[in-house]
């Protein structure tokens, strides 16, 4: 009987593993078939190879920028940009959060205003910002953050308000006062929900500086897109598009795996 | 010597819509070392007048005075427990015990291993590093009962504690409770809607009439059942006299509000 009972369990994690396998093998293809129909179809004036490039140029674009050292100069350049951008965007937004927690009275005031904030496409902003910072890394990263920081005010705010009240009455009666009540529970309890934000903020901030990118500045992928239009050089907008791809990927994976880890720390 | 004074309190909530008289004229004296039940209808300001006594907000009238002390906030008198055990899940079982002590600046090695004696006697001391999530619901309601002696009060306000516990866990810790304080010989008031609970652990029971709650009468609680711990009271003949009596009190209470 026990014998069987592994038996069976080993059948159920081999049929696991070959449908893992199986999923890999589609995801592979896919990716295989889309670069291998582009390159044939481009090859083949199928398509435009001038406008739609193909993969093997690409590619040896690729090295060649690896090479000359530029791509690492642009990428590092709207990393740096995005990361300033998303870690500003949270870290204000939650002390906007936290001011509003700490004042009612401020919060229905502002309410309205925050409302239009929220609503308003914050890339329409970026000639003001231009102006008003100049156009370098500050507006840039004022991109990043400005389109993340409303939003985040909003759902961390929300998160504060939400924080069950008994919780709070625990530690009022234990004569806490309003920082105190804050930071023993308002901030642990609502954690979970900033680091989530975190992760939305991540792609928003990419938006946003790559259109401040595209705006000003002589450096950056975002720029390396724009300067491949203008020149017609479309092998590089691609080039630029698919590095931005996995970049995006990266942080967003990275940020995950920060929640993962914090959220098994708190639980 | 009482060590609670509740002189002519009344208590009204405003709303947009209505002005809502939750008590009315309530006075009442607590004699140190004595155990006091509230119990009533639902809607009668039970938990309200916990509240105030607690200090968290303020009476429309009169006064409360602990130790001879008006309460215009939460004093550190006092110890407050809740419904349900709102320990901290982000904490340790030995971090919630020591919060009230650390949001009080009072924490040091001395109050620490008090209340991690406290934790022992409970027989939870080996969880002192597990986190809430861990530990069932009873084992949770002690480590709530160590919170708030932890900071050594010397009146307890419980708010339904034992309601969200299955009825046997709920028997077991009652005997340990009424056992601590009694060791301890700690004041508390018991918001209770368990009439059995309220006879088998006060010594006096405190029946509130509602909308707008007023103290309708008071039960006196025999000898006999006092000196019994909780569990064997409920099996004493006393005990069912006097249930069937709060009984029928509170059946006429709620037939006018019917």
């Not at chain 1, 931005?244 to 940020?255: E, F, K, R, W």
């Not at chain 2, 309200?48 to 968290?56: E, F």
């Not at chain 2, 709650?213 to 909780?230: K, N, S, Y």
Request: net charge positive; hydrophobic share 45%; glycine share 6%.
């Amino acid at each position: 009987m026990k014998k069987k009972i592994s038996e069976l369990h080993e059948q159920y994690k081999h049929k696991k593993r070959i449908e893992k396998i199986k999923i890999i093998i589609c995801q592979l293809s896919i990716l295989i078939f889309f670069f291998a129909s582009w390159e044939i179809a481009s090859r083949m004036r199928w398509i435009d190879p001038l406008l739609f490039s193909m993969p093997s140029r690409v590619w040896n674009l690729f090295l060649e920028k690896i090479q000359d050292g530029s791509l690492l100069t642009h990428a590092s350049v709207t990393l740096f940009e995005t990361i300033a951008g998303f870690i500003l965007g949270t870290v204000i937004g939650t002390f906007i959060a936290a001011i509003l927690w700490w004042s009612p009275f401020l919060s229905r005031v502002l309410d309205p205003y925050l409302v239009v904030l929220n609503s308003m496409p914050k890339i329409a902003l970026g000639p003001i910002l231009i102006v008003g910072l100049g156009p370098g890394y500050s507006s840039i990263i004022a991109m990043g953050a400005l389109i993340s920081v409303i939003i985040t005010t909003l759902v961390v705010y929300n998160a504060f308000k939400n924080v069950d009240e008994n919780y709070l009455k625990v530690v009022q009666t234990f004569g806490a006062t309003k920082p105190q009540s804050f930071t023993s529970v308002v901030l642990p309890a609502t954690l979970p929900t900033i680091i989530s934000t975190l992760k939305v903020n991540v792609g928003l901030s990419w938006v946003g500086v790559i259109v401040g990118e595209f705006l000003v500045s002589k450096q950056g992928l975002g720029y390396m897109i724009i300067y491949g239009f203008q020149v017609f050089n479309f092998n590089l907008v691609i080039l630029s598009l698919l590095v931005i791809a996995v970049l995006a990927t990266v942080m967003y994976q990275g940020v995950e795996l920060l929640e993962r880890k914090l959220m098994k720390q708190l639980q | 010597m009482s060590i609670v004074k509740i002189n002519n309190v009344d208590k009204t909530f405003f709303t947009k819509k209505a002005a809502t008289t939750a008590l009315k004229d309530i006075s009442l004296s607590i004699e140190d070392g004595e155990f006091v039940s509230l119990i009533g209808p639902s809607g009668c300001g039970k938990t309200t007048l916990l509240s105030l006594i607690a200090g968290l907000f303020q009476p429309t009238n009169g006064e409360i005075n602990i130790e001879g002390q008006q309460i215009l906030r939460p004093s550190p008198k006092t110890g407050y427990m809740l419904q349900q055990d709102y320990l901290f899940p982000w904490l340790t079982i030995e971090q919630n015990i020591t919060l009230g002590l650390k949001t009080m600046k009072k924490l040091n090695e001395t109050t620490r291993e008090n209340a991690l004696s406290l934790l022992d006697k409970m027989g939870l001391l080996d969880k002192r590093r597990d986190y809430p999530s861990q530990l069932s619901g009873g084992m949770r309601q002690r480590v709530a009962l160590v919170r708030m002696l932890a900071t050594e009060p010397s009146l307890l306000l419980l708010d339904e504690p034992f309601s969200a516990l299955d009825y046997q866990t709920k028997l077991k810790l009652e005997d340990l409770v009424s056992l601590t304080l009694k060791e301890q010989k700690k004041t508390a008031i018991l918001v209770t809607h368990d009439i059995g609970e309220a006879i088998a652990m006060s010594d006096r029971i405190i029946l509130l009439s509602a909308r707008p709650g007023t103290i309708h009468q008071v039960f006196d609680v025999p000898e006999v059942l006092r000196q019994l711990a909780p569990f064997k009271a409920r099996n004493h003949s006393e005990y069912n006299k006097l249930f069937q009596h709060i009984w029928k009190e509170l059946e006429s209470l709620e037939e006018e509000n019917i």
